[in-house]
């Protein structure tokens, strides 16, 4: 979804204060605009776009360069200019190819405008020969392509370490525009985006009403992709990861990561959290060696003091102690994407602290004890307080806890098990300032539950607008009376489109449009299809 900002950059702000930069000055043999269908802040934060610059431009002949949704498009929902690339400011429509990184389903809805401020004609079938080779890929591809796929030439399902060079080698042959196409599909994980067979004649599941408002209305966004359908994707999967060591190409302070040089230490998860596809579309779980991971850890050391370490599950790392200490030996320190409750040892906190950690995030999900067993989360209310304490007592005097709503099995005991959870983590931060004389902070956050296709919750439902808004009002009446607490939750209005982008079929393709045409408007365009009322926040 797009992404406000305070002010339009034009590129040579940013390129200014980048470190890393790839600059060709040829016109490329292939030529590809790599585009992140977002702001440049949150494209240059993402660790996966970086890699696919690094990889299209290890071939000498092509030029990759890159593009990113026009700041003054954020601001103002229009924009006078053609759409360029950062590097040399090329028109888009002057590549070979428009590839497209997509890790977040929310912004399927900045595809059209990016595709009409560069000229490109939206659907597949309009496209002509003088036109590029529309491609996307990325988590939210792997997870469900058919809500943008109407708009797609090819797109690839996986991880692309080793299709990028493939991909390049296609594009360079002298073939017409749909022989290229053709031959991008013989790659494995790549397809042709006309020729998936049609959902029509599959049985699907429907949305229940509590996500779609209206079943009456002929338009109705009700159809929901199915799981056998998505089957018929198989990803690509590279055979060994340390032939692909996957760090941070470009620093920039223009980024949600600024101040930190990104290493990818793991990928995927092997939890098997139910609701979560990280653990089911990067199968499977996978570390890179210790050897490795110091070379880079020297290598990002050169551009930044800290290091940003990338992995689902971190703390399970075989030599994630020795890891730590090797940081700190070489004068730098490190921050953690992902800590889990149950991988916390005193020696892990003690070096957390010691990395400057003031601020720590852990993530109980469900609020009860029962409902965390079910999604796959092991460990109880106790070893959360346990951990909470510890992390205080080390001098880490802020935590966040992330929660989740409207999970599958959920009753009304779990949200008052939540309630008490996060009024026991409020005691335990109140014990311990007292002791040090510090008050910390204590964050709740709450989501809601978004079924993920590829995940076992698939078959889940979001719980709907108005019940969401309800249990988010409830548990701030119980719990922001005691104060020293803040409360945050995602607007319940945002996670039903997202719900409704996860699992759509190609009908969203008509959503998306009717989004566009109403120049961004969610709500306008959402009449359209169901009897949303205008007071929905």
Not at 475 to 485: D, P, W
């Amino acid at each position: 979804m797009i992404t406000n900002r305070k002010k339009a950059f034009r590129a040579k702000d940013y390129l200014a204060h980048e470190e890393g930069t790839i600059i060709k000055r040829h016109r490329g043999h292939p030529s590809i605009a790599l585009v992140y269908p977002n702001t440049y802040f949150l494209g240059m934060s993402n660790l996966g776009f970086q890699s696919l610059y690094a990889l299209f431009n290890e071939d000498d002949d092509c030029v990759c360069e890159r593009v990113f949704l026009p700041d003054d498009l954020v601001l103002d929902q229009q924009s006078s200019q053609t759409l360029c690339s950062l590097e040399n400011n090329r028109p888009v429509n002057d590549f070979d190819c428009v590839a497209l990184s997509i890790s977040f389903e929310n912004d399927y809805l900045n595809l059209l405008p990016i595709l009409n401020q560069a000229n490109v004609p939206f659907f597949a079938n309009e496209r002509g020969e003088d036109d590029p080779i529309v491609l996307a890929g990325g988590a939210a591809i792997t997870i469900n392509p058919e809500p943008i796929r109407p708009f797609l030439d090819v797109f690839f399902v996986g991880e692309a370490e080793e299709a990028a060079a493939e991909i390049v080698d296609v594009l360079r042959q002298d073939l017409k525009r749909d022989a290229k196409i053709q031959a991008l599909g013989k790659i494995e994980g790549v397809y042709i985006a006309s020729e998936v067979p049609d959902l029509n004649d599959q049985r699907i599941a429907h949305l229940p009403t509590s996500i779609c408002p209206s079943h009456k209305n002929k338009n109705s966004l009700e159809e929901r992709v199915s799981l056998a359908h998505l089957r018929q994707y198989k990803r690509r999967v590279p055979q060994d990861i340390n032939g692909f060591p996957i760090q941070s190409i470009i620093h920039t302070p223009y980024s949600e990561f600024g101040k930190l040089s990104l290493i990818e230490v793991q990928r995927g998860c092997g939890r098997g959290c139910k609701f979560c596809a990280e653990g089911f579309i990067y199968t499977p779980f996978r570390e890179r060696s210790f050897d490795l991971i110091q070379e880079q850890v020297l290598r990002a050391l050169k551009y930044r003091d800290k290091i940003g370490l990338i992995g689902a599950d971190l703390l399970v790392y075989p030599e994630i102690i020795e890891l730590f200490d090797f940081i700190h030996k070489n004068g730098g320190s490190f921050s953690p994407s992902s800590v889990r409750v149950d991988g916390m040892t005193p020696e892990i906190i003690k070096r957390l602290a010691e990395s400057g950690h003031k601020t720590m995030a852990i993530a109980p999900e469900a609020g009860s004890e029962e409902l965390r067993q079910k999604t796959n989360k092991k460990f109880d209310n106790a070893a959360i307080l346990d951990v909470i304490d510890q992390l205080l007592q080390a001098g880490i005097p802020n935590i966040k806890m992330y929660l989740m709503i409207g999970l599958p099995h959920e009753r009304p005991k779990d949200i008052d098990d939540m309630i008490e959870l996060v009024a026991n983590a409020r005691e335990v931060l109140l014990a311990n300032a007292k002791k040090s004389k510090r008050m910390g902070s204590l964050i709740m956050s709450i989501n809601p539950f978004i079924p993920k296709p590829r995940t076992p919750y698939q078959v889940g439902v979001f719980e709907g607008i108005d019940p969401i808004k309800e249990k988010v009002s409830y548990i701030k009446k119980q719990l922001l009376s005691k104060g020293s607490l803040r409360i945050y939750n995602e607007n319940p209005f945002y996670a039903y489109v997202q719900a409704l982008l996860s699992n759509g079929t190609t009908q969203m393709s008509e959503f998306l449009l009717e989004v566009y045409h109403n120049k961004g408007s969610l709500k306008r365009a959402l009449k359209k299809f169901t009897d949303l009322k205008e007071n929905v926040a």
